[in-house]
């Protein structure tokens, strides 16, 4: 097997290759080839034929993994944390380079790695409200499982949220996207409102096939291949009226915070919405919606609508980390974690990150009710406490009171913190503290009717593979990702093409895509009277931005150009560049009106890309650091490339932006996010 062979496999198949052979795994891309290319010459039993290159075990993903657990983007105030750097695509317009992280993370993880450290970060951020079920036998405290139709109305009391230390306020400034930008030094966020949790009792017209009576009750859902599959569908709502204040800038030093001058924003409004299919057979979550309606106390309104699939890097044992951590954020049976244990005080356990023990009983509301007391593991190891206290009712589905109560603070970190968590929180939690409490109370709950059965096959469940773009499909790159579009008057092979051909009017570009370098991300515009393609490329020299102009024929214009320089600088790395799909057929799956239908109208007219839609991709490449040999174990210190489109367009007086992104190597959607906001 040659090295261009080689280079096209993923770090998982090198490294089955490699054990295969007993040979050393560690390293990086490069490292894994060249030792399989010296067995190869030493000992030639790389050559291998059919057969035994299929007994080779590989780690492959089903496509029935495609349902992996995506970041839960909840319905409480901890959610704009996690939301915005999940959804983080870049705006670009005018003359001006393309920002290099439009691969959902908001930092510039193929810089510094912050954004892979964040991941084990959020890995330890949990501490929102849940949803328990509990029946009554007798006197027994004992969980049970969930039904469709179950309903729960609750209020959410006592609620804060404070960040404490302007590198943590500035954290959270910057995901709010401009609204928090008069606040400094420390920001308070006192709340309060109602909520309600439920599962829909679908009926047989919304199963894919209205014989599979056994799944009745389960509804319809799009999965990130756009394969359609039988899903269980949760939802939960929080109206909350929300009081902000803090510190703001000095009218005399505008880069200065002063702690004489309070800022506030009192009597605003936060309606907050999610919906989760959950796919009935593996039980995997297919899809999350979530709406965030903000209206202030001068009645302006804005919204974000986010569409997610997938979760946030591919690897089962990251997900199952976020899923653990993030237990209380979204509605969770205890069924799944006490089975039919008896729950009796003292009795004592884990699931999975979180410690919990069973209380002394006492009366809620003139109910007899039992405490279970949970804290999550390592937060309490590395970077301060989350703890949550459940009332349960004999004979109630759902605990009579609930208090959460989060101090977080990476000046917490102990000893018995792991160095690779240590190292993470070091790298990109910010300094500061950042502290949650409130206590959410059952008013009413309306029992279901038919139990919850998980794990029910039906015929109609696609097949592994099925309608997923093939890997024989993928191309490696030469320069850039393949376009191959036959809609789009000026591809992205013309653009670069007219950079290598012309030394005079590309300069630098030119210079670096005839030797080692390659364009790292790209980004169209049609919405002018000749189309332009922003390129972004690196060579091992220097980096650097072209914005590339098609008036028509055979020549090009270089509409400006400038350095990437510094910190905006990527790694050069084209080693880590995976083979990718071709952008036009991306293209086609994003804009499918079967694959996508809720997206469909939003972005075609007439079937066919949107002018004003502008389509891109990045490649971005992590550059090593004190966790990424750990990393490297999840296969995801590879080159990442997202095909992402952007609209951006104003309906009288509210504009919108919507932003969609999909895995090149995979076709696999991401998601998608729709916000709007006051002109």
Same mark, same amino acid.
């Given at each position: 097997m040659d090295e261009d062979e080689l280079s096209a496999m993923t770090v998982v198949k090198l490294k089955a290759r490699l054990k295969e052979l007993s040979l050393a795994t560690s390293g990086k891309k490069a490292d894994l080839i060249a030792r399989l290319m010296s067995s190869d010459e030493e000992e030639d039993v790389l050559i291998l034929d059919d057969d035994?290159?299929?007994?080779?075990?590989?780690?492959?993903?089903?496509?029935?993994?495609?349902?992996?657990e995506a970041e839960v983007f909840e319905a409480e105030i901890l959610e704009e944390e996690i939301l915005e750097p999940t959804l983080s695509i870049p705006r670009t317009t005018g003359p001006t380079q393309i920002r290099t992280h439009p691969d959902f993370p908001r930092n510039q993880w193929y810089r510094d790695g912050t954004t892979i450290a964040t991941i084990l970060v959020i890995v330890l951020l949990a501490g929102a409200g849940g949803w328990w079920y509990f029946s009554q036998d007798a006197a027994v405290?004992?969980?049970?499982?969930?039904?469709?139709?179950?309903?729960?109305?609750?209020?959410?009391s006592d609620g804060l949220l404070m960040a404490d230390g302007e590198e943590m306020v500035g954290y959270l400034r910057d995901a709010a996207g401009g609204g928090l930008d008069q606040v400094c030094g420390e920001l308070r966020i006192d709340f309060d409102g109602t909520g309600s949790a439920s599962i829909t009792d679908g009926s047989l017209t919304d199963l894919k096939d209205?014989?599979?009576?056994?799944?009745?009750?389960?509804?319809?859902?799009?999965?990130?291949?756009?394969?359609?599959?039988?899903?269980v569908e949760s939802n939960l709502n929080y109206d909350l009226d929300a009081d902000l204040s803090g510190y703001t800038w000095s009218a005399i030093d505008q880069d200065s915070c002063s702690t004489n001058v309070d800022w506030t924003m009192r009597n605003n409004q936060l309606d907050i919405t999610m919906i989760q299919w959950n796919e009935i057979t593996e039980r995997?979550?297919?899809?999350?919606?979530?709406?965030?309606?903000?209206?202030?106390?001068?009645?302006?309104?804005?919204?974000?609508?986010?569409t997610t699939f997938g979760g946030l890097v591919g690897s089962d044992a990251?997900?199952?980390?976020?899923?653990?951590?993030?237990?209380?954020?979204?509605?969770?049976?205890?069924?799944?974690?006490?089975?039919?244990?008896i729950l009796e005080e003292g009795l004592a356990g884990e699931h999975g990150d979180w410690g919990w023990q069973i209380g002394s009983t006492s009366t809620i509301g003139g109910q007899e009710a039992i405490q279970i007391h949970m804290h999550h593991i390592d937060i309490g190891k590395c970077l301060g406490r989350a703890d949550m206290v459940l009332w349960a009712i004999p004979g109630q589905p759902l605990p009579a009171r609930q208090v959460v109560e989060v101090s977080i603070d990476k000046s917490s970190t102990r000893s018995s913190c792991s160095f690779t968590?240590?190292?993470?929180?070091?790298?990109?939690?910010?300094?500061?503290?950042?502290?949650?409490?409130?206590?959410i109370e059952q008013t009413s709950f309306k029992r279901g009717t038919e139990l919850l059965d998980w794990q029910q096959h039906y015929a109609t469940r696609p097949l592994a593979g099925q309608d997923v773009p093939s890997d024989m499909d993928r191309v490696a790159w030469a320069t850039h990702m393949w376009d191959n579009s036959t809609s789009r008057p000026?591809?992205?092979?013309? #653009?670069? *093409?007219?950079?290598?051909? /012309?030394?005079?009017? $590309?300069? =630098? #570009?030119? *210079?670096?895509?005839?030797? /080692?370098?390659?364009? $790292?991300? =790209?980004?169209?515009d049609r919405t002018g009277s000749s189309p332009v393609w922003n390129l972004s490329w690196v060579s091992s020299v220097e980096a650097g931005w072209v914005r590339v102009t098609w008036p028509g024929g055979e020549n090009c214009l270089n509409s400006g150009d400038g350095p990437i320089s510094g910190?905006?600088?990527?790694?050069?790395?084209?080693?880590?560049?995976?083979?990718?799909?071709?952008?036009?057929?991306?293209e086609n799956r994003m804009i499918s009106s079967t694959f996508y239908p809720g997206l469909y109208p939003q972005v075609t007219t007439n079937g066919v890309l949107r002018d004003d839609v502008q389509i891109g991709y990045a490649l971005v490449v992590p550059e090593d650091n004190a966790v990424s040999e750990w990393l490297d174990d999840f296969d995801i210190l590879d080159g990442q490339v997202t095909v992402y489109l952007e609209r951006i367009w104003t309906s009288g007086s509210t504009d919108h932006s919507l932003r969609v992104g999909m895995d090149g190597e995979t076709g696999r959607m991401a998601g998608w996010i729709h916000t709007s906001t006051p002109s």
């Open positions: 035994e290159e299929d007994s080779i075990s590989t780690p492959e993903i089903d496509d029935d993994d495609e349902v992996l405290f004992q969980t049970a499982p969930s039904r469709y139709g179950d309903d729960l109305q609750f209020t959410v209205p014989a599979d009576k056994h799944l009745e009750g389960a509804v319809m859902s799009n999965g990130p291949y756009g394969r359609t599959w039988n899903a995997n979550l297919l899809r999350s919606d979530t709406t965030v309606d903000f209206v202030d106390s001068d009645g302006q309104s804005s919204s974000a609508t986010t990251i997900s199952d980390m976020i899923e653990d951590a993030l237990l209380p954020l979204h509605p969770v049976n205890l069924y799944d974690i006490f089975g039919l244990t968590m240590s190292e993470a929180i070091d790298l990109t939690f910010p300094e500061g503290t950042f502290t949650t409490r409130y206590t000026f591809t992205l092979e013309q #653009a670069v *093409t007219c950079v290598a051909t /012309d030394a005079d009017a $590309f300069g =630098a #570009a030119h *210079t670096a895509l005839n030797a /080692d370098g390659y364009v $790292f991300a =790209a980004l169209d910190d905006d600088r990527p790694e050069h790395a084209r080693d880590r560049i995976p083979t990718t799909h071709r952008i036009a057929a991306l």
